[in-house]
């Protein structure tokens, strides 16, 4: 089993386990949601489109409307089975979903924190940690693309992953899946700061570009 289904089936493990109606770091969605959106962008390829362009929107409501009232169960074999054989995302598996699967994992477990209290995030095995870091360099880095700083993203023992942005210079540490977390635009994250407190807020404050 490659590390994109292996965080799959604990994300399938964790919806199980916290029901459908169960709140998300995704503002408005609970589980439900969150999984009907994995499935159309697996499935539905024709119904993702309406998520970045607009006049598609209303289609893609609607047929995320049409999976609304299956039931639960139903939706989370589904989202287990993984993309079907004519899905480009069956191929590159390993590739395009591993991120989107830890990231979405995290948005259900941490769905219920106080985006402003501690956090404690899970155990992250080190396979997963390497493995989180090219979605990082590469999909993290086009969606911080627009920071109004220059923002350094560090591991915990000082290695650079990635830099990105232009203006004052503000460092962030932390282990590779919390920085991606960042990157995406969650909270809360395990994550240190550096540079100046103006600097620092315009970051955490910064629109993130999908």
């Known amino acids: 089993m490659n590390l994109a289904r292996f965080e799959r089936a604990a994300l399938v493990e964790t919806m199980r386990r916290t029901g459908p109606d169960a709140p998300t770091l995704c503002a408005g969605w609970d589980n439900r949601d969150l999984a009907i959106h994995l499935?159309?962008?697996?499935?539905?390829?024709d119904a993702t489109a309406g998520i970045f362009i607009g006049p598609?929107?209303?289609?893609?409501?609607?047929?995320?409307?049409?999976y609304a009232d299956k039931p639960w169960d139903e939706l989370l074999a589904m989202l287990s089975?993984?993309?079907?054989?004519?899905?480009p995302f069956r191929v590159a598996d390993r590739f395009l979903n591993l991120?989107?699967?830890f990231v979405h994992h995290e948005d259900v477990l941490r769905g219920g924190a106080d985006p402003a209290?501690?956090?404690?995030?899970?155990?992250?095995?080190?396979?997963l940690e390497r493995a989180l870091e090219l979605p990082l360099r590469t999909v993290g880095r086009r969606i911080m693309a627009g920071s109004p700083v220059r923002a350094t993203l560090r591991t915990g023992d000082g290695r650079e992953v990635m830099s990105v942005g232009r203006?004052?210079?503000?460092?962030?540490?932390?282990?590779?899946?919390?920085l991606l977390l960042f990157a995406f635009g969650r909270a809360p994250v395990d994550v240190e700061f550096s540079g100046s407190p103006a600097a620092i807020a315009s970051l955490r404050s910064a629109h993130r570009t999908l």
Request: a negative charge.
């Open 117 to 127: 209290g501690p956090f404690l995030p899970r155990q992250v095995s080190p396979d």
């Open 99 to 101: 991120a989107e699967m």
């Open 167 to 178: 203006g004052q210079p503000v460092g962030v540490s932390g282990s590779v899946g919390e």
């Open 56 to 66: 598609l929107a209303g289609h893609t409501a609607a047929v995320a409307d049409s």
């Open 81 to 87: 089975d993984g993309p079907p054989w004519y899905s």
């Open 39 to 45: 499935i159309l962008r697996e499935r539905r390829l």
